[in-house]
């Protein structure tokens, strides 16, 4: 998240926060998708981290950027940490090891989302070089420990590296070595909510799958495709998962409100300071009966705020987030939007998803999430594997961007953004799993190769 949010109006009812997210309808010509992405950075010269500070650092490479997009500084306790699109809506963050995000604008179409990304690597890129930083195409660092990876400059960061041991024994490498990349899409109604969710919540073990790119931690294989997904089996189980209660008969706004009013609290923020209140409850602050802050009560800013530190496997804001997936290359990162574009954004295509997921039990769906991170298209649901389902979602998808019919100048429609992902499908072998061929072949045991292969 670029920047917190900044409004001071008092929360009068716990209505206020059901509105809050249903003020997120769209009809569905406005409808857009927004896509974001991950990327750690490196020396090219001796294949180090990042720092924030120095001639050559973080800092430098944000500021690098400013010069060149014309995009606004945020800034934090005097140091930049990201940068705001303030015409189209993008921005540029620090995630808290340094990874380089971009929060694409919300665009009306995958070409508009391929030339954007395009644009920002070709820009980093460009940057990037004059500092000797480079930029990995994996979804976890796959040489530093986390003892070796730099600290970003941020309160709420430093908040959440003191509470994550007290949740989970992963959360640590969650924050500071592992890169996602995701898509942010629209809903029209609750009901369009609640099934987009499902078939999302359903479906994201399969993403994970199809997109598994982490196998390598401390210069080493993990002994999983996708270690970054296995990092969220144990970061924090009061605000991530698969949300069973989803597929609750009644399940809608109200419901994911009173789940996200339970979930402990990070921060508050008042001005420019951030209080630490982590593991408290957010009905005390909306009550006024804070402990560590007597007497206030929560507003809209803290409520937005809030809500931005939970991270189910689909996140429900005012739009809906897809999590599931490692970073990758440009054309893996397209292929991720165009997945759930092409499901989500297609009456027809979100039927026959409903269909092909609606007989999973809870146990299913959570045993399905636990054994992808090792197995990706090897593992199974329902006496199926992870590989057939996702060559069925991956057919509903195609044809749900036909129907679009979105064209680009050249005539083609959006279907051409799936073809990667489509090829790791019908061969079985994913992006892991080909880097690990690397690793024991031509690598000849070493992750090292990766930082002149696999970057952007």
């Not at 981290?49 to 606004?72: K, N, S």
């Not at 706004?253 to 508050?268: G, I, K, N, Q, S």
């Not at 991720?336 to 989500?344: D, E, R, V, Y």
């Not at 297609?346 to 809870?362: C, H, I, N, R, Y």
Request: charged share 25%; net charge negative; proline share 5%.
């Amino acid at each position: 998240m670029a920047r917190d949010v900044s409004d001071t109006t008092p929360i009068g009812a716990r209505s206020e926060l059901v509105e809050w997210i249903a003020s997120g309808e769209k009809p569905r010509e406005l409808w857009r998708l927004g896509t974001e992405h991950e990327k750690v950075p490196f020396y090219r010269a001796d294949l180090s981290p990042v720092p924030y500070d120095g001639d050559r650092g973080i800092r430098a490479l944000l500021e690098g950027m400013q010069e060149r997009t014309g995009w606004a500084p945020i800034m934090e306790g005097g140091h930049p940490i990201g940068l705001a699109d303030d015409r189209d809506g993008g921005a540029i963050s620090l995630e808290p090891g340094g990874q380089f995000e971009l929060s694409g604008a919300p665009l009306a179409n995958l070409h508009e989302t391929a030339r954007e990304t395009a644009q920002h690597l070709a820009d980093a890129k460009a940057v990037g070089d004059k500092l000797g930083i480079g930029f990995l195409t994996l979804g976890m660092s796959p040489l530093w420990t986390r003892a070796e990876t730099p600290v970003m400059p941020k309160a709420r960061y430093r908040i959440m590296t003191n509470y994550m041991p007290k949740v989970g024994s992963l959360g640590l490498d969650m924050m500071y070595r592992t890169s996602t990349v995701q898509v942010n899409m629209d809903y029209a109604s609750e009901a369009d909510m609640v099934k987009k969710l499902r078939v999302s919540l359903a479906l994201q073990p399969i993403a994970t799958a199809i997109f598994a790119n982490s196998p390598f931690t401390d210069g080493k294989p993990n002994g999983y495709l996708s270690m970054r997904s296995n990092i969220w089996l144990d970061t924090d189980r009061n605000r991530t998962g698969m949300m069973a209660f989803a597929f609750d008969e009644g399940f809608g706004y109200e419901r994911y409100v009173d789940w996200a009013l339970d979930v402990p609290m990070y921060f508050v923020k008042r001005g420019s300071t951030y209080h630490d209140v982590a593991g408290a409850s957010f009905r005390d602050l909306f009550a006024g009966k804070l402990a560590q802050l007597p007497g206030e009560r929560a507003t809209h800013s803290d409520w937005a705020n809030h809500v931005s530190t939970l991270f189910p496997e689909v996140r429900l804001k005012r739009y809906l987030e897809m999590r599931g997936a490692d970073v990758g290359n440009l054309e893996h990162i397209v292929a991720l939007s165009a997945f759930w574009t092409g499901i989500l954004y297609d009456e027809e295509a979100l039927d026959g998803a409903w269909e092909l997921v609606k007989a999973w039990s809870a146990e299913q769906r959570e045993q399905l999430r636990a054994e992808v991170p090792k197995l990706a298209l090897k593992a199974s649901i329902a006496g199926r594997s992870s590989q057939d389902v996702a060559r069925d979602a991956l057919a509903l998808s195609r044809a749900g961007l036909q129907r679009r019919a979105c064209r680009d100048q050249m005539g083609h429609d959006e279907t051409r953004h799936l073809a990667y992902a489509e090829e790791i499908v019908a061969s079985g072998r994913t992006q892991a799993e080909r880097l690990l061929e690397r690793y024991h072949g031509a690598w000849s045991g070493s992750v090292k190769p990766a930082f002149s292969e696999n970057v952007f």
